[in-house]
């Protein structure tokens, strides 16, 4: 670093000896030339740090680009504590059944490990929900590794596959818990176990409070989602071929690209469409019930900085973070509004754009093919195994996938800040701005602490109350930390 007092110092010394005879004064001058030149060079190390404006050296670049955020030492600690005792066997059952996608199925089903541990219940491998949204038939067993589930978990909770038989007509609830709960209201809830044996919770999303529970619980969480839920062998051996032949390119993107239908009908986001399909939207908007907001500015909902990045804008992000146009991205999602007429947008910057469609054999994803929640695990497994992962939309898998890769060492995620972004890009849209150097050194600049480094977990937004604390709150599994991501010395 520079020191700008080392300069000052420089200049006293010397004026401290104004009358030596010459030879001291030509060997003085000599030395403080070369402390000089010294200092120059010192100083020159910053200033080639900041960005493309000055030629960079391309391990540099390449470092800059692709490296993860320095992890301080942080590592997983998901070690129970001392106190932590071995479930004992339970006669009291919890059934589930979990709503939502996957990734909403995923931390409902971890949750669900935790209340069976917090009421002495054994939990019952949980239904999927199948009348959802995603019309998916699929099982757990189809989707989750089922046994590993259950004997990775053996020291914490008893799970079995299903109800046993003698259970059937036992007492039975159905009890649809307060979301957010903490610790002490299911411990209070164990008092049902006075009247049934049987407790089944219909839904399971959102029924865990992100903080303030016992450090066993939460590393509890960590457990069940990090080691014990993993995917079935059909998809964790297609998700890996999909790696291996994205990294047989070298780095890649996993660009997250919430540029569904729904995604644009719900948020009221319709820059850049026609008329006739922001109409379509709204109509889709219109007719959803469970969606309450109805009438929506789109201008205002963009600058706000609530809108998915368009494909085009994407393009243009990725362009000015420096990212060279050969550079391969693999896009986990579904299908994107329009198509390629929009897809083109960025596939015109960056050519080695793919999907699953496109890297898998057709024969390849037969099996998948109409189930969304075993596609979306295949898109899971991409993005966590990418170089950089980047979601151009908030969400559960966004959500979801910034947290495991937090956890496996702060794997590199770019957080665009859209609302940054959609400024400058309605400057470049008037010509205000030009993509020029100094356009990428501003988007470099606003995403220098956006890049996944560990960091506590952000508790709710000021002025929150009641409710919507809670809701304001970050994800228990968007940042683990610091339950289950200790500094080094961490035992
Ligand atoms: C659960 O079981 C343990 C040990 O058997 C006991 O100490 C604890 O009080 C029980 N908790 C509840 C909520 O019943
Ligand atoms: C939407 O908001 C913008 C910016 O506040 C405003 O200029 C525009 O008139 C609004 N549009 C409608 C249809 O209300």
Not at 239 to 267: C, N, Q, W
Not at 385 to 410: C, K, Q, W
Not at 431 to 450: A, C
């Amino acid at each position: 670093m520079v020191n700008p007092r080392s300069s000052s110092s420089y200049r006293l010394r010397r004026s401290r000896f104004v009358v030596p005879p010459t030879i001291y004064r030509l060997a003085l001058i000599l030395l403080a030339f070369s402390v000089f030149l010294f200092l120059v060079s010192q100083r020159q190390i910053p200033v080639f740090d900041r960005g493309p404006s000055l030629p960079q050296k391309s391990s540099e670049l390449e470092e800059r680009l692709w490296d993860s955020a320095s992890g301080y030492g942080y590592r997983p600690c998901v070690k129970p504590t001392h106190k932590y005792a071995a479930p004992q066997n339970q006669k009291h059952y919890l059934t589930v059944r979990s709503n939502g996608g996957l990734n909403q199925m995923r931390t409902g089903i971890c949750d669900m490990v935790a209340v069976a541990r917090l009421m002495n219940a054994t939990l019952v491998i949980p239904q999927l929900d199948k009348r959802s949204f995603w019309q998916d038939t699929s099982t757990f067993s189809d989707i989750f590794d089922e046994s590993h589930f259950i004997k990775a978990l053996e020291n914490d909770v008893h799970i079995v596959s299903e109800l046993p038989k003698e259970m059937e007509s036992a007492p039975r609830a159905r009890k649809h818990f307060t979301s957010w709960s903490s610790a002490s209201y299911y411990e209070g809830m164990s008092q049902m176990w006075k009247d049934y044996e049987v407790i089944h919770v219909p839904k399971s999303d959102s029924r865990l409070a992100n903080n303030d529970l016992p450090v066993d619980i939460q590393r509890l969480r960590c457990r069940a989602m990090y080691y014990a839920l993993r995917f079935s062998n059909p998809i964790e051996s297609l998700g890996k071929k999909l790696v291996e032949r994205l990294k047989s390119h070298g780095p890649y993107i996993a660009l997250h690209l919430r540029y569904e239908k729904d995604m644009l009908a719900f948020t009221g986001c319709t820059y850049g469409l026609t008329d006739i399909e922001a109409g379509e939207l709204k109509i889709l908007r219109e007719n959803t019930n469970h969606w309450k907001m109805k009438g929506i500015n789109s201008t205002e909902q963009r600058l706000g900085g609530f809108c998915p990045l368009t494909p085009k804008e994407v393009g243009v992000f990725l362009h000015s973070m420096g990212y060279p146009s050969s550079t391969w991205i693999y896009i986990a999602a579904g299908d994107i509004y329009g198509g390629e007429t929009y897809l083109s947008d960025l596939r015109s910057q960056f050519p080695n754009l793919v999907s699953k469609e496109s890297l898998a054999t057709v024969e390849e994803l037969k099996e998948f093919a109409k189930h969304a929640t075993q596609t979306a695990a295949i898109d899971y497994i991409v993005s966590i195994e990418s170089d950089v992962f980047i979601p151009s939309y908030t969400g559960n898998m966004a959500r979801a996938v910034e947290g495991h890769r937090r956890f496996l060492g702060h794997r590199k995620t770019i957080n665009p800040d859209r609302k940054g972004l959609v400024k400058l890009f309605d400057m470049l849209e008037k010509g205000e701005l030009k993509e020029d150097t100094k356009f990428s050194s501003r988007v470099i600049d606003m995403h220098k602490h956006r890049q996944g480094a560990p960091r506590k977990r952000y508790g709710s937004l000021p002025g929150s109350k009641g409710r919507d604390r809670f809701r304001t709150e970050e994800s228990f599994y968007e940042n683990p930390f610091p339950e289950c991501i200790c500094p080094a010395d961490h035992h």
